[in-house]
């Protein structure tokens, strides 16, 4: 029972990361059916700048406590992945948004090997150590263990999803996100700047991988630069699991994907007798995600859409 | 009477000197040609190939190994060896493969052609492999010094061989070591499904289990994953006494900490690709208490390796990198087949390769039927105070 509730706590962990990834991807989704296939590469830049100014202000700032420290390089990694985020709409999307659907995905692609290539000749191909944020004592949760920062991981990407559901749902820029998602015309015509609102949401998505790409990072205590690539392409199948474009859909697909995986690789062993074994990991989510969406195309919680013309 | 005697001089002299300059000349059509000496007597130059990576991420280990070679042959050039009756000069033909598969086949092609007598290299496994065919196919002697891939051997090739130990002989020695050293008899295996990290588990779980010891799972991951928190804590529901992870220093790194977390309190075992910094910079304090091995012997407790550290020194004038020792040994081990066959031609001399005895810096030099060494050593290391610290060698020496 102990190493059930285990897995439940591993997956969960790994869930949350999934999900505040997924909400950069379901977001950009929503309002332009882009792909953002950079967004995996944002948050991988997110975790780099954290530890280049983590290491910079250890050097220089002695005596400063650690907490100031790591706040201030959260900052530093949000301001920089948002610029960031703007300038890649700005020159990768945004002249192309008339262009046919094929040309701002190869964009996209393009956009992500660009940043990863980038970021290895800045920051070099070996392997970069993340400093410890947390005591790393794992406290004991009915035969469970967690550590302290797995549950800050948890807490924070639970806030930061109500915090978008709140901001989308109850104040006027989420109103005019909402808007432009539903027809970009109208919205337009209706005094909404669409343009403004489709950098705002590049931009809210960033930041909020920037914070996933900073708990990854201490979680694993390990940066570099391909890795916001696999990230990328897991949170992008919970996204789609939970059906692209809707947020609730990403939250409960990523945290779902976590689950699977990690009981996946727990039991298939047992559950198979010994035929299948962890290397099954992979595929066992796979599996789910086709059946999902063999019997409802638009994922979990999507809604139909009409096709656009 | 005088003048005539002088006449028959110098026709003869004539016929002598033709002689040698046609022999010469279809000497240099062979591996070796002759050149004279300052004071006059005949040389034969005799080249030997290195390839290595001298350029990109891994490029001060390549010019170690050349350097390593160098060192021999400058050595056996001093000590003016005499083959096939004639004084013989050994030149370096080196070679960058860029760490490159495919750069390799390409350097190795050039080497050939450069009517080498035997080459040293390559460096890395990727490279070494592809290489091999076509120094099988010249029918030319190829001596890995750090190349420990199962699969160099395997190919059925008379022309390959290597100065350390491979990953098979690792596995073997780390299994024996988990159960009867550490006395662990309940053993969970990781690997990261790639050639290394699958062989090498291969190979421990066999050894673990013939020493006595039990293998309760195997678990897998695969080399783009950071998170084991799934099947570390299936293996802690089995409560192994030591957990192996064919795995490199990048995986079991994060690995060792979620270890630890999960309060997985069984030994920790790995195989060289976790002997590193690296590894321990990963892990941080987790890293304590941890296991790994290393083919060959740290310097300091190889035979020769105190005085070959100062030559190399005097020499270079800077440290060893890691596989000079190898490089220099397998150089030598070239050098003393040549010599003890008296021939620079491949086809003399690669029987007695394989036969051979060779007191090396880094140990005795004899090959099995494959072309690995026999009783290629083993070291044993231990993370203690954020160190690695030296335990044991297992193998070589004698």
Redesign the interface.
């Known amino acids: 029972m102990d190493?059930l509730l285990?897995?439940i706590l591993?997956?969960l962990?790994?869930g949350s990361v999934y999900a505040l990834v997924a909400l950069g991807y379901t977001m950009v989704y929503g309002i332009l059916g882009l792909i953002n296939f950079a967004h995996g590469e944002v948050v991988m830049i997110g975790a780099m700048i954290a530890l280049a100014v983590m290491t910079l202000l250890t050097g220089t700032m002695v005596g400063v406590p650690p907490v100031v420290i790591v706040s201030l390089a959260i900052a530093a990694a949000i301001a920089v992945c948002m610029a960031l985020a703007y300038a890649i709409e700005r020159v990768a999307y945004r002249p192309l948004r008339n262009a046919p659907r094929l040309a701002p995905l190869i964009t996209a692609i393009g956009m992500s090997i660009l940043l990863q290539n980038v970021a290895m000749v800045i920051w070099g191909?070996?392997?970069k150590?993340f400093p410890?944020l947390f005591s790393?004592q794992?406290h004991?949760i009915a035969g469970a263990?967690i550590?302290d920062l797995q549950i800050v991981i948890i807490v924070v990407s639970a806030a930061l999803m109500v915090g978008l559901l709140a901001l989308v749902n109850f104040t006027r820029l989420g109103r005019a996100m909402r808007a432009t998602s539903e027809n970009k015309t109208i919205a337009g015509l209706m005094g909404v700047n669409v343009d403004k609102i489709i950098s705002a949401t590049f931009v809210i998505g960033a930041a909020l991988g920037a914070v996933a790409g900073v708990l990854v990072a201490a979680n694993?205590?390990?940066a570099?630069y391909s890795?916001g690539?696999?990230l990328g392409l897991k949170a992008f199948t919970a996204a789609v699991l939970g059906g692209i474009g809707n947020l609730g859909g990403a939250v409960l697909g990523g945290l779902l994907l976590g689950l699977i995986?990690?009981?996946?690789?727990?039991?298939i062993?047992d559950v198979t007798g010994g035929f299948l074994?962890?290397?099954y990991?992979?595929v066992f989510a796979f599996l789910v995600l086709i059946l999902v969406l063999v019997f409802r195309p638009t994922g979990i919680m999507g809604e139909r859409v009409a096709e656009r013309a | 009477m005088k003048l005539k005697s002088l006449q028959v001089f110098f026709r003869n002299a004539f016929v002598a000197v033709l002689g040698i300059s046609l022999l010469s000349l279809l000497a240099a059509c062979g591996e070796s040609e002759e050149t004279t000496s300052e004071d006059g007597e005949v040389l034969r130059v005799v080249r030997i190939g290195h390839v290595g990576p001298l350029t990109g991420p891994i490029a001060h280990l390549g010019k170690d190994n050349e350097n390593g070679v160098k060192l021999a042959l400058e050595e056996a050039n001093a000590a003016g060896l005499v083959i096939g009756g004639k004084k013989t000069r050994f030149e370096m033909v080196s070679e960058d493969d860029e760490g490159n598969p495919q750069k390799g086949t390409v350097v190795a092609q050039k080497i050939v052609d450069a009517d080498v007598a035997g080459v040293i290299g390559h460096l890395n496994s990727g490279t070494t492999i592809p290489a091999s065919k076509i120094y099988f196919d010249a029918g030319i002697a190829q001596i890995s010094p750090s190349a420990t891939n199962v699969d160099y051997t395997k190919q059925g090739y008379k022309t390959a061989f290597r100065v350390m130990a491979n990953d098979a002989q690792q596995g073997a020695v780390l299994g024996d070591f988990a159960v009867k050293k550490l006395n662990a008899k309940r053993i969970a295996v990781i690997d990261d499904r790639s050639a290394y990290g699958k062989g090498l588990a291969d190979q421990f779980e066999i050894a673990a289990k013939a020493a006595g010891g039990e293998v309760i799972t195997r678990e897998f991951t695969d080399m783009t994953k950071t998170d084991f928190t799934a099947i570390l804590t299936r293996i802690k529901g089995m409560s192994p006494e030591l957990v192996f992870c064919g795995c490199l220093d990048s995986q079991t790194g994060p690995m060792m900490k979620q270890f630890r977390n999960l309060g997985l309190m069984a030994i920790f075992l790995s195989g060289d690709g976790s002997q590193t910094k690296q590894f321990l910079t990963l892990a941080g304090d987790s890293a304590e208490g941890a296991y790994a091995s290393s083919p060959g012997v740290p310097l300091d407790k190889m035979p020769g390796g105190p005085a070959f550290t100062e030559k190399y020194k005097d020499t270079f004038k800077q440290e060893i990198q890691l596989y000079a020792p190898y490089a220099y040994d397998a150089a030598n081990t070239l050098i003393a087949a040549i010599q003890q066959a008296d021939s620079t031609d491949p086809e003399v001399y690669l029987p007695i390769l394989a036969n051979i005895q060779h007191e090396g810096v880094s140990g005795n030099v004899r090959f099995d039927e494959k072309g690995d060494i026999k009783g290629g050593s083993i070291s044993l290391y231990k993370v203690a105070d954020g160190e690695w610290e030296y335990i044991e060698t297992v193998g070589g020496g004698s």
């Open positions: 190493i285990q897995q591993n997956g962990v790994l191909r070996q392997y150590t410890q790393t794992p004991t263990t550590t694993y205590s390990i570099h890795m690539f696999m995986e990690s009981i996946g690789a727990g039991y062993g074994g962890s290397h990991q992979d």
